[in-house]
């Protein structure tokens, strides 16, 4: 099964997800590889908060998705990365 990784504030607004298939990764190895990418993201500038809620606090979470393959997993994904860039793109005229 495809599995998912998310970084989360207190509310559950994901701030990013990575989504997997990899039978001998344990979900404590994705949560630290999630947890390194989420120290790397901001060192690269990305802001260390929920731009929902405005929160700081952030945990990581796994879980078992519903899909078998990648491949079944793909429009899904792709469908919550579009909506992911439309709330950005209405937050971003929001401030402006």
Not at 14 to 37: K, N, V
Not at 68 to 81: F, I
Request: charge should be negative.
């Amino acid at each position: 099964m495809v599995r998912i990784v998310q970084c989360l504030c207190p509310s559950r607004h994901c701030i990013f997800a990575i989504s997997y298939l990899h039978p001998d990764l344990s979900d404590e190895d994705a949560i630290r590889a999630a947890q390194a990418m989420w120290q790397e993201m901001q060192g690269q500038g990305v802001n260390p908060w929920c731009a929902l809620c405005n929160s700081r606090s952030m945990f990581f979470e796994a879980g078992e998705t519903r899909f078998k393959t990648m491949e079944e997993a793909y429009p899904h994904l792709k469908e919550m990365e579009l909506r992911q860039v439309m709330t950005q793109l209405h937050l971003l005229s929001e401030r402006n």
